[in-house]
């Protein structure tokens, strides 16, 4: 489980390193975590992969309605690729749909 | 080192071994190498496989669409040696370095690791992630596929055995010398022997010393043994050798008495017989010798220092009868040594020159030489020997009855020298009488 954790977060690294737009995202969610309106992406990511396991592929939070939302991909042992939402401010989750 | 030493072939063996043992754990650690850089390159695949796999989307047409690329430039480049690919169904979706190719994977590896031709022909080990999106009901069945060409591997496969060949070579090198001390130590205990066998060779040491490991020590202890037995059977011989000559010197007196008791009735009759006392002495007196030194030929080889000998034989000399108006010159090394017994050499220099004694007119030298063959010569100013009568010496034959006494003690000398190695041959003096010069090997 720890190697499998450290391959998504290695994955996320790659993620962040990606253009400056991605960047972005991280500096918004290190203010918001800051003034504590989110959990942090560890809580968020146990959360997320107990409700659907497997690798997480792709990180996305959105500020709507004034709630900040994790929308995460998770891509299962069988290939399937599931969309995971989950509420940043409580760590809980909210849908686990097929895809979008 | 000798072809049939213990320790070359030992040292050999272990090297043979070791290089052996070496080579298959140089292959064992290329192919742990081999294992470990596929299994690496593979998990690096399988992210970017995966992070692909989070970025893809299907346009209204179905055709696969990549919101952002991987970042590696090698993704950008024409044949850079790291491809990716996303099909779905007949909609193919390809890096920019499979430039105007395709990869072509085996279509029967689902998913996993496979290997594959790249674009420019080079093998390629291959990352296939399956992957289903869309909602339940609409989903499509993608394949991401991402390659890295094996070249890139070998790079680090080279510079691995780079650093592998002189570090296994050094090891060699280490194990192989470390090794030979330890059979050098091993076989430590037979160099003793060795060393200990050549004094009692040389006669300083009687016995072995029994101070050896257990695997030694029987073979040490037989030894001893071995020349325990030798020094009682030389004992045995010598009383035995005692006992004749001391039971023969009363008849051979008695009858020397009856041959003067009888001179006076019949000269000749009475010279007669005490000539035959006289030969049968000579005769007793050589064979005593002879199985004397037969009995003393053992593992032992003694040796004597020749210059002392020699000074107390003319000491001995100058005492007897025309031996002191004699002139006696010694030049004879300090390091001169015979390869015997001094009793033996006593016996065989004392003859010489008491033979010298009797025949010189004024002059007497002994001469050595230790220098390559040793030999140590003694001459006179005499009148020498003819070749004839020279040839008569070895069969103990007397050469002039007119001095008694002459003959036998040659014989015996050259016996004696024989039986020690050494070569007792006779030739004209410088000075103008008889040469008798021993000779034997040097070290």
């Known amino acids: 489980m720890n190697t499998r954790r450290a391959a998504c977060l290695c994955l996320l690294g790659l993620l962040a390193g990606a253009p400056a737009s991605a960047s972005e995202d991280a500096d918004r969610a290190r203010q918001a975590l800051e003034k504590g309106e989110i959990r942090p992406l560890d809580e968020i990511l146990r959360a997320a992969q107990a409700a659907v396991p497997g690798d997480v592929v792709s990180v996305d939070l959105k500020h709507d309605d004034g709630r900040w939302r994790y929308k995460l991909r998770i891509l299962g042992a069988d290939g399937k690729r599931r969309t995971v939402k989950v509420d940043a401010g409580s760590a809980k989750v909210l849908d686990d749909d097929d895809d979008d | 080192m000798r072809r049939h030493s213990l320790r070359l072939r030992l040292g050999l063996a272990a090297a043979a071994l070791i290089a052996l043992a070496l080579v298959l754990a140089g292959i064992g650690l290329t192919v742990i190498l081999d294992r470990v850089l596929d299994a690496r390159t593979a998990d690096g695949l399988d992210r970017t496989a995966k992070l692909i796999a989070g970025r893809v989307s299907l346009a209204p047409d179905g055709s696969p669409i990549l919101s952002r690329e991987p970042p590696d430039p090698r993704f950008a480049t024409p044949y850079g040696g790291l491809y990716w690919q996303v099909e779905a169904g007949s909609h193919i979706l390809r890096s920019r370095s499979l430039w105007d190719k395709s990869l072509d994977p085996d279509k029967a590896v689902a998913s996993g690791t496979v290997d594959t031709t790249g674009p420019d022909g080079g093998r390629l080990i291959a990352v296939v992630q399956p992957l289903t999106i869309g909602p339940g009901g609409a989903e499509t069945e993608l394949r991401v596929i991402v390659a890295e060409d094996r070249r890139n591997l070998a790079a680090s496969r080279t510079t691995f055995l780079r650093l592998l060949v002189p570090a296994l070579v050094a090891l060699f090198g280490v194990l192989t010398l470390a090794m030979t001390l330890f059979v050098r130590r091993a076989l430590a205990p037979f160099r003793v022997l060795q060393a200990d066998l050549l004094a009692v060779h040389a006669g300083t040491r009687t016995r072995l010393p029994e101070h050896f490991p257990d695997e030694v020590r029987p073979l040490v202890h037989d030894l001893n043994r071995l020349l325990d037995a030798q020094e009682r059977a030389l004992v045995r011989a010598r009383d035995a050798a005692a006992d004749m000559a001391h039971g023969l010197k009363t008849p051979l ?139 008569g010496i070895g069969r103990g034959q007397r050469w002039d009855e007119t001095r008694p006494g002459t003959g036998f003690g040659i014989a015996i000398a050259r016996d004696v020298a024989e039986a020690a190695g050494a070569q007792l041959e006779f030739g004209r003096s410088a000075l103008g009488g008889l040469r008798a010069a021993l000779r034997w090997p040097g070290g």
Not at chain 2, 272 to 291: F, H, K, P, S
Not at chain 2, 318 to 340: H, K, N, Q
Not at chain 2, 346 to 351: A, I, K, Q, R, S
């Open chain 2, 253 to 391: 007196a008695v009858l020397d008495a009856l041959a003067r008791r009888s001179e006076p009735a019949d000269p000749a009759l009475s010279a007669e017989i005490a000539e035959q006392a006289r030969a049968m002495g000579g005769q007793v007196e050589r064979a005593l010798t002879r199985a004397r030194i037969a009995a003393s030929g053992d593992l032992r080889r003694r040796s004597c220092r020749v210059a002392p000998v020699a000074e107390r034989l003319v000491a001995t000399m100058c005492r007897l009868p025309e031996g002191d108006s004699l002139d006696w010159a010694i030049s004879v090394p300090e390091t001169l040594a015979y390869p015997g017994e001094e009793g033996e050499l006593m016996e065989v220099l004392g003859n010489l020159l008491d033979n010298a004694r009797k025949w010189a007119h004024r002059r007497v030298r002994i001469t050595g030489a230790a220098a390559g063959d040793q030999s140590l010569a003694v001459e006179d100013d005499g009148p020498g020997m003819s070749p004839a009568a020279i040839a």
